[in-house]
């Protein structure tokens, strides 16, 4: 009986590979993890800190709730997770209004979601439950929150699945990392070094084949052999992996789940103008509107003078063709049709602009993962696993149901990734076990 550690692969370097990573080489096993990209992070993306004047991030960025782990981690990392305050301002396309923290129906909206037994869409509860003209205000505030916030399409939606959310994620804390999400990301990176994990870079799987008690992984015209594998990759690229037959069986399921679009513009200015326009806003946090651009928030309480736009939902699909530049000039516009300023007025302040698609990101298709009808029935299905050759049913690791990671929280992803890390160093921990494939579909942005 040969005492070597065993060999797991891991496909993916963003949050929820690294954290694999460094629980199963704490726990004694020989861990490689194979990146498309030249970075570690994934959807989390740092910029350059002389770029924004501070460490702007591109991806995840804010810690929601209490998320113990991210908070954990950061304490580890040495770095400060700060609360962040700061008014909710709406423009209507008339006047800016202050918003109040509850809603004169949230009270009915609570009352007919904790009631449902049954799952149906965001759409059909609205047409259900709030149908009638004086709901007009809730039915838009809440398919601008399924789209831009979770998104999903309305239509598709889990009225279930958003059910927490409604009821507390409103009014949880936010917070950011200072330094942002890159100083976590580097800490985990070397970390893992540290534990003797091998990353390699630019390494796109194409294929994983399995034969006998081995496993082969292909990427970058190379072969590595392990004992296991872990997929961390984006939902969408699932589908562009050559698997084993009965990993395709649990990959399938994720194409009940799908993945929503995120588009995320960064704009430093000169100088606030917005605070200069409007005296009131110089305690705003977030902006919400119906500019192309919804939703825009400050970096309160910090004063840098940058704004950052942000688009969620099947309705990004109407920006697809646009590259960049493109999506920085509809910023532009969008902030000029909410302060009544010209276009050149406020081109002319900016020093610095950042924008992504993330559906247009090669080795990220989009954002997060929506939470639909489909997908939560698909989500509590037991997923396949292998063991000796044989397809057996197991509720360990899934074909979908590792936590979303949003453009603004990836501490939920690290919580799932630890658990799901420890499962498999568990699974693992027997001499010399058959080999097994974890289709883990991994992180948001």
């Not at 908070?71 to 918003?99: H, K, N, P, Y």
């Not at 109040?100 to 047409?127: M, S």
């Not at 936010?174 to 990301?185: E, F, K, T």
């Not at 100088?271 to 970096?299: C, G, H, K, N």
Request: with cysteine.
């Amino acid at each position: 009986m040969s005492d070597r550690p065993e060999h797991i692969v891991i496909v993916g370097a963003g949050a929820a590979g690294l954290m694999a990573a460094r629980v199963l080489a704490r726990g004694g096993k020989r861990v490689t993890i194979l990146e498309a990209r030249e970075r570690c992070g994934g959807r989390i993306h740092p910029l350059p800190a002389a770029k924004f004047g501070y460490p702007a991030d591109l991806g995840a960025e804010f810690v929601h709730g209490e998320a113990p782990l991210t908070r954990r981690l950061a304490r580890e990392a040495a770095l400060t997770v700060r609360t962040i305050g700061g008014a909710q301002w709406s423009f209507d396309g008339t006047e800016f209004s202050r918003e109040n923290r509850r809603d004169p129906y949230d009270e009915q909206l609570h009352a007919a979601v904790k009631d449902l037994t049954g799952d149906i869409t965001v759409a059909d509860f609205l047409r259900r439950h709030f149908a009638g003209p004086e709901y007009a205000r809730l039915r838009h505030a809440v398919e601008r929150m399924v789209e831009g916030y979770d998104a999903a399409d309305p239509e598709r939606a889990s009225t279930l699945a958003l059910r927490d959310e409604w009821m507390n994620d409103g009014h949880a804390t936010q917070a950011r990392i200072d330094g942002g999400y890159g100083g976590l990301v580097d800490f985990l990176a070397a970390e893992c070094r540290r534990s003797g994990v091998a990353i390699h870079f630019s390494a796109v799987v194409t294929s994983i084949e399995q034969s006998g008690g081995k496993v082969a992984v292909r990427a970058a015209g190379e072969t590595h052999g392990c004992d296991r594998v872990i997929l961390t990759v984006p939902l969408p690229l699932l589908r562009e992996i050559a698997l084993p037959p009965a990993a395709r069986a649990k990959a399938a399921a994720s194409d009940d789940i799908g993945f929503g679009s995120v588009i995320k513009i960064l704009l430093r200015f000169t100088r606030p103008w917005w605070r200069e326009q409007r005296q009131d806003l110089s305690d705003m946090l977030f902006l919400l509107s119906d500019a192309t651009i919804p939703v825009w928030w400050t970096r309160q309480p910090d004063q840098h003078p940058v704004l950052t736009g942000w688009f969620g939902g099947p309705r990004t699909a109407e920006l697809s063709h646009l590259d960049p530049q493109g999506l920085i000039g509809i910023g532009i516009d969008s902030l000029a049709a909410i302060f009544g300023l010209s276009r050149e007025d406020i081109a002319r302040e900016v020093v610095a602009a950042a924008a992504a698609n993330w559906a247009h990101d090669p080795f990220a298709r989009g954002a997060y993962e929506p939470r639909g009808a489909r997908a939560s029935r698909a989500r509590r299905r037991p997923c396949a696993v292998f063991r000796r050759g044989a397809l057996s049913r197991s509720r360990h690791g899934n074909g979908g149901g590792c936590p979303r990671e949003r453009n603004g929280d990836c501490g939920n992803d690290l919580a799932g990734m630890r658990k799901k890390a420890r499962i498999s160093a568990g699974l693992l921990s027997h001499q010399r076990p058959p080999p097994k494939l974890n289709v883990t579909p991994g992180p948001p942005p």
